[in-house]
């Protein structure tokens, strides 16, 4: 099915995430001058990267770099390809007794031979400012959140900060993965202003995923699979938020939606690069600050 108004050129608003995520930002560092002032020390973030994929150096690297932006002292201990998982849990267990360290963040994904989910359990849950820790995903989904996944945070500042009513929205959620669709469809289900959404999650074992993505007022694309969202998944006047980021062959990157003509049925929609990526780090400043007043006692 096509929508008219298909080559028509864009018509649907950009929401700029690097623009929100820069006064994220700012306003983050404001509130860590104001803790300095009262603790007499930054907060601190240990990001822990083990073995050389490509894309996660780049990830650690552009939050090592917020992080010296807004006056959180950040640090990344990189461990090889070949550690073993007691060795890694020896690092945390090292973070977890360490009062200089607020926040831990170990990079997904790890090496096949360790088991994520032992190495993200032994995080202190006080410190993980990832909101992965199961203790950090079940407040989130008995409605008492503590640290809530950071992609999923700059998802909901993101549809905040343009006006957009989640409350009685159809939102469908692509995608069922732990950092992002799990947490997000929890966090537009929550009640209060972001959440009250009515939340349909959709993922691989699905069938006519196109029909149930055509039902949403706001569509999220969590997928990993580069452009397959189409113009004809879309409702017109749809909300439409890519978290994909994909490298073609070209070199140019693109997200889960194909964005030249999703963009002339939605209203609003997520350019890739400049939407979603930006606004993760500056959810992870603002854990990271909550992390250091909580170990401050407030
Ligand atoms: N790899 C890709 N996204 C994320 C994230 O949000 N947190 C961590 N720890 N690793 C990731």
Redesign the pocket.
């Known amino acids: 099915m096509r929508f008219a108004g298909r080559g028509a050129g864009l018509s649907a608003t950009i929401l700029d995430g690097r623009a929100l995520a820069e006064r994220i930002k700012l306003e983050t560092a404001g509130e860590v001058a104001e803790f300095v002032a009262a603790s007499g020390r930054a907060p601190g973030l240990t990001v822990v990267l083990v073995g050389d994929d490509p894309a996660?150096k780049v990830?650690v690297r552009n939050k090592e770099a917020a992080c010296k932006a807004c006056g959180i002292r950040g640090r990344v201990l990189r461990l090889p390809s070949t550690s073993a998982q007691a060795e890694l849990i020896a690092v945390l267990d090292e973070l977890n007794a360490d009062a200089s360290v607020d926040g831990i963040?170990?990079?997904?994904?790890l090496p096949a031979t360790i088991d994520e989910r032992a190495v993200i359990d032994r995080i202190n849950p006080l410190k993980d400012v990832?909101g992965?820790h199961v203790d950090n995903v079940g407040r989130l989904a008995i409605g008492s959140p503590r640290f809530a996944?950071?992609?999923p945070l700059g998802i909901v500042a993101m549809l905040r900060d343009a006006g957009v009513t989640t409350r009685g929205a159809r939102a469908v959620v692509l995608g069922r993965s732990m950092?992002v669709g799990k947490p997000l469809a929890l966090l537009l289900l929550q009640k209060g202003e972001g959440g009250d959404a009515t939340v349909t999650v959709a993922h691989s074992a699905s069938r006519e995923v196109a029909s149930i993505a055509r039902e949403a007022d706001i569509l999220i694309a969590a997928i990993g699979r580069p452009e397959l969202v189409r113009d004809d998944w879309v409702k017109p006047g749809a909300v439409v938020v890519d978290v994909g980021i994909h490298r073609r062959d070209d070199g140019t990157l693109c997200g889960d939606v194909h964005f030249p003509t999703v963009a002339e049925v939605a209203s609003r929609i997520t350019p890739v690069p400049g939407g979603v990526g930006p606004l993760?780090v500056a959810m992870l400043l603002k854990n990271t600050l909550v992390a250091a007043r909580l170990a401050h006692g407030g």
């Open positions: 996660s990830y963040l170990v990079q997904l994904p990832d992965f996944p950071c992609t950092t993760t």
